[in-house]
């Protein structure tokens, strides 16, 4: 069974303090990683699909890292408007379906 | 180009009754699959439709219907409303089975 795990839960910055977010992952065959973004009530927004280990994708502040075992979402000079809460999700081999971690809520104080 | 749209935006239902959400697919996109998303969880996968046909299920019970048209938009039917049915229900569209997921904004669901 393809488990996602995310960390931290919640994470506050400060408005150009850089960080970054885990995401653990368990799957049988990776076909992709997918991080997304969703702001309170609405969708999950489409960010960065990664697909092997050693890959990197960049967008504006933020930039997607992946290993065997995990990937980073780092986030550079944060503003505000990156507040949100952040979603993991893979796809295994043999599998449909997107498989979610819980996400990290992450808060940009001016 | 149009992207995944669902209605209504908001629902309240009564435990025991039945409702139906529906979703039209973005442009071009003949994979739709329905999510469950409970208060400060992930969403939860609950079937994907390709070409009018379900072609993966996660683990809902079979109150937890849908249907996909010819035009590829679909419904999510739900029977015998329980109060924890109560969340945020997903639709997300794709080109194929494998990726590449567009979502839409969601029908927020409430069962009292």
């Known amino acids: 069974e393809d488990q996602v795990t995310q960390s931290p839960e919640a994470l506050r910055l400060q408005e150009g303090e850089s960080s970054s977010l885990n995401c653990s992952y368990t799957?049988?065959?990776?076909?992709?990683l997918f991080w997304y973004r969703q702001d309170p009530g609405k969708g999950p927004e489409f960010l960065f699909t990664?697909?092997?280990a050693g890959e990197e994708k960049e967008k504006e502040r933020l930039k997607a890292t992946l290993t065997k075992k995990e990937s980073f979402l780092h986030i550079t000079a944060p503003k505000p408007e990156d507040s949100a809460t952040y979603l993991c999700?893979?796809?295994?081999?043999?599998?449909?379906?997107?498989?979610f971690g819980k996400g990290t809520k992450l808060s940009v104080i001016p | 180009e149009t992207g995944v749209t669902q209605s209504p935006t908001h629902l309240i239902k009564t435990r025991g009754q039945q409702v139906t959400l529906r979703c039209s697919s973005q442009?071009?996109?003949?994979?739709v699959s329905w999510y469950q998303q409970a208060l400060g969880q992930g969403p939860q996968f609950i079937f994907q439709?390709?070409?009018?046909?379900?072609?993966g299920r996660g683990n809902f019970p079979p109150r937890f219907s849908g249907l996909q048209f010819p035009n590829y938009s679909s419904e999510l039917n739900v029977n015998a409303l329980e109060l924890d049915d109560s969340a945020l229900y997903l639709c997300?569209?794709?080109?194929?089975?494998?990726?590449?997921?567009?979502f839409g904004s969601g029908t927020r669901l409430t069962v009292v």
């Open positions: 997300a569209s794709s080109l194929d089975t494998e990726g590449g997921y567009t």
């Open positions: 799957v049988s065959g990776l076909r992709g």
């Open positions: 990664l697909y092997s």
């Open positions: 999700a893979v796809i295994g081999a043999g599998s449909y379906q997107l498989t």
């Open positions: 442009s071009g996109h003949n994979t």
């Open positions: 439709y390709y070409r009018e046909e379900e072609n």
